[in-house]
């Protein structure tokens, strides 16, 4: 059954074919698609940016994950019934030649895994936008779906792991599988100066994606902690807590500390102080 996307209108399946139109799909009918592993290492190897998005965007490694995300996709949240589901990868988002990538760890079962772009219709993404506009990032405070004309001026928004897994926790296996995907695309991207770890997770994957890249990760490894800042080479690595519903409902984690976050990204990263 195809529903109306709620942007444009155009009908849709769940989870959406490649190629079929959504808006900013990277992928086409013809891209080719990873099923094992070894297949994500050899088609993560291209030097072509918009090439990988559009290769993770059909990725179908992860059996248990690709399941789940189209399980999701197929049977919905009542509250969003009438609209179709992206149902697949999440490609990373945002200006192709970045100083800032923010790190999170899996798009959410209903926000990303449904609009198709990653921290988009959910509640993270609403804190997450919010506090990119206000640093001058982002060209609207929010991002509700794709094609709703939201911009970001040097960052790139990408997730540790593709899929939406069950319970937000991929395995260390899934990790494993998709942590290519991260490698390659951080080679693409030369002009990044400042990494931004959403959370723990994310903060060891970037750690282990780094080092094994060569560059020089500090001994002992730098522990996650909001507002913690390591030199990696000509990296730095910044941390923040997730702007989870647990740690922004409790006040773990506030705007203002979100702001204070992004202002020293903006210092490390040689920009201007706003």
Request: glycine residues 10%.
């Amino acid at each position: 059954m195809s529903l109306p996307h709620p942007v444009t209108g155009a009908r849709f399946a769940s989870p959406v074919p490649p190629g079929s139109g959504w808006p900013d799909d990277p992928g086409a009918a013809t891209t080719p698609v990873a099923h094992t592993p070894a297949e994500v290492v050899s088609l993560a190897d291209t030097g072509d940016l918009a090439e990988l998005d559009a290769r993770v965007s059909v990725c179908r490694a992860c059996p248990r994950l690709v399941a789940w995300r189209e399980d999701v996709a197929t049977a919905k949240r009542a509250s969003f019934a009438g609209e179709p589901y992206w149902g697949r990868p999440i490609a990373g988002w945002g200006d192709p030649d970045p100083w800032l990538v923010v790190l999170g760890l899996a798009p959410a079962a209903h926000g990303g895994n449904r609009t198709g772009r990653v921290f988009t219709g959910d509640r993270s993404g609403d804190w997450l936008f919010a506090a990119l506009h206000r640093a001058g990032l982002a060209a609207s405070p929010t991002s509700v779906h794709s094609g709703d004309g939201q911009r970001l001026t040097g960052v790139r928004i990408v997730a540790a792991v593709r899929c939406a897994p069950p319970a937000n926790k991929p395995t260390p296996a899934e990790r494993d599988t998709c942590a290519p995907w991260l490698a390659a695309e951080l080679a693409l991207l030369p002009s990044v100066r400042v990494l931004l770890c959403l959370g723990g997770f994310a903060w060891d994957v970037a750690l282990h994606q780094l080092a094994r890249t060569g560059r020089p990760v500090p001994r002992p490894r730098p522990r996650f902690g909001h507002g913690v800042v390591a030199p990696v080479g000509d990296l730095w690595l910044l941390g923040s807590y997730h702007p989870s519903q647990q740690n922004t409902f409790t006040g773990r984690l506030t705007p203002a500390m979100l702001d204070e976050v992004f202002a020293t990204a903006r210092e490390r990263g040689g920009r201007d102080v706003r």
